[in-house]
């Protein structure tokens, strides 16, 4: 990192520790788990908040690096090396100063315990103000290595449409107040049927988060949607892979 930009170089250690809880995404049409979202805890599984309240302007840059070397660090150790379930991880675009100069610390991370690049997932929230641009620029570096990208919370942030109109990423994964309730809202089913045609127009992967009833899961599925994740599915599960009685049954059965 002694080569990176100012930002990498001035970075503090995020002196807070933490780890991370793991929550599928499924394949409810396969019965197969997509990937895990890494999802920050504290060290004895404390809810994120404990962790992200410690979070500000002068440790960001630490914390954002930290997180990704402890998702990744973690996941090679419960990854079956024959299995192709990727690695989802939350960044903050606003912690990555220089793309390539800030990506150097996880790439040697993937290396060091061997895990596969083409296996990680990147998402961000646009819930927050961005810089589009630099957004865009981090976007596209991040392909280019050969990671896969994803925009969390779409319609609830800032960008939305307009950045789907510069950058396609590989996943969007649809807001969860979109998805709660779609079993008794017709404004929700016709608002989420109308986002995935776009979505299969663009040729981007939907995911649908905050599944938390059988009902909900129902009407997805007639929407034709494949992806989903949620507490109806499997709630994060603290340092370990959990997997959802719809996969566990039908490996069961097989």
């Not at 790439?107 to 060091?112: D, G, I, P």
């Not at 107040?177 to 663009?202: C, P, W």
């Not at 049954?249 to 097989?254: L, T």
């Amino acid at each position: 990192m002694a080569n990176g930009c100012e930002g990498c170089r001035r970075g503090d250690d995020f002196a807070l520790p933490f780890s991370m809880a793991f929550q599928p995404i499924v394949d409810v049409s396969r019965r197969e788990i997509y990937a895990f979202e890494a999802l920050v805890r504290g060290i004895n599984g404390e809810g994120a908040g404990s962790v992200l309240g410690n979070v500000d302007a002068g440790n960001r840059y630490a914390f954002d690096q930290q997180c990704r070397v402890k998702a990744i660090e973690l996941a090679a150790g419960l990854y079956s090396p024959e299995d192709d379930i990727k690695l989802s991880i939350n960044f903050m675009p606003n912690a990555v100063y220089e793309p390539r100069a800030c990506i150097r610390l996880t790439l040697a991370t993937a290396e060091r315990v061997k895990f596969p690049l083409d296996r990680i997932i990147f998402e961000f929230t646009e819930t927050e103000a961005l810089d589009t641009d630099h957004v865009l620029g981090i976007l596209q570096t991040y392909r280019d290595i050969g990671f896969k990208t994803a925009i969390d919370d779409f319609g609830a942030g800032h960008a939305g449409l307009g950045l789907l109109t510069k950058f396609q990423p590989d996943i969007v994964k649809l807001d969860m107040d979109l998805i709660r309730g779609i079993d008794v809202s017709k404004v929700k089913r016709t608002v989420v049927a109308h986002t995935l045609a776009m979505l299969a127009d663009l040729g981007i992967l939907p995911v649908c988060e905050g599944v938390e009833t059988a009902a909900e899961l129902i009407v997805l599925q007639d929407l034709g949607v494949e992806l989903m994740q949620g507490y109806h599915l499997a709630r994060p599960a603290f340092e370990q892979f959990i997997i959802p009685e719809v996969v566990a049954g039908r490996e069961r059965a097989a």
